[in-house]
């Protein structure tokens, strides 16, 4: 069976601090894996991974692939109060060479503290 | 947590068709909500579908476009009607839950448009 598992499930930190979100995943065909920003009821596209090992940076966020491990982090350096949402991860299937379904995990709820 | 099945899980249509996905959850939601996902993009939110009463569609989406039912709390349908090419995109169910504001999403149901 196909799935995406995220941890923590939840997280409580302070301004300042640097946070690491998980996403592994077991699927049968893997096309790419997509982290969002939840805030309200549409979710903000964040980073979009296909390659091993090739960091995605974007200002204070950053996110990697292990498809050897099958697994992804999300990682936010200097956190701030903006940042608390819940952090998506889905996986895009492949079908046939083109592109397939997504499934999601749970999505961490991130908290950060003043 | 909830359990979404959508169907179809993809499809292929003709320019000028129609199409209608169907969206079945495990448990009695009160509002169900339709997205649609475009490569690269964040996921957008077409509409919320409340039992009872007629879909609230966001800025961008019509009705006439988008119909959508929801006879029951378990149940939804979105259709995309007067199909062209720039419709191919996967479209999602949601559900949320009441009390941790967390979304629980299907599998998608890719549409191409030729």
């Known amino acids: 069976e196909d799935k995406v598992v995220q941890s923590p499930l939840s997280l409580v930190v302070h301004e300042g601090d640097t946070v690491t979100l998980n996403c592994s995943y077991e699927?049968?065909?893997?096309?790419?894996l997509l982290w969002y920003k939840q805030e309200k009821k549409a979710p903000t596209f964040l980073f979009m991974l296909?390659?091993?090992?090739i960091e995605k940076k974007s200002g204070r966020l950053s996110s990697i692939l292990d498809k050897k491990e099958l697994f992804s982090i999300l990682n936010i350096t200097a956190t701030q109060t903006g940042d608390s949402a819940i952090y998506l991860c889905?996986?895009?299937?492949?079908?046939?060479?083109?592109?397939?379904?997504?499934?999601f995990g749970k999505g961490t709820k991130l908290s950060v503290k003043p | 947590s909830a359990v979404i099945s959508q169907k179809p899980s993809r499809d292929i249509c003709q320019r000028g068709t129609s199409l209608t996905i169907q969206c079945q959850v495990d448990?009695?939601?009160?509002?169900m909500f339709w997205y649609r996902q475009q490569p690269g993009q964040s996921l957008t939110l077409i509409a919320t579908?409340?039992?009872?009463?007629?879909?609230?569609?966001e800025s961008g989406f019509v009705i006439d476009k988008f119909p959508i039912s929801r006879p029951n709390l378990t149940f939804s349908t979105l259709t995309v009607s007067n199909l062209s090419p720039e419709d191919s995109s996967i479209y999602l169910c949601?559900?949320?839950?009441?009390?941790?504001?967390?979304?629980?999403f299907g599998e998608g149901s890719r549409l191409t448009v030729l």
């Open positions: 889905a996986v895009e299937m492949n079908y046939g060479g083109s592109q397939g379904n997504l499934i």
């Open positions: 949601s559900v949320d839950s009441w009390a941790t504001g967390e979304l629980f």
């Open positions: 699927v049968t065909n893997f096309r790419s």
């Open positions: 579908a409340n039992q009872g009463s007629e879909a609230t569609y």
């Open positions: 296909t390659s091993s090992g």
């Open positions: 448990s009695q939601v009160t509002m």
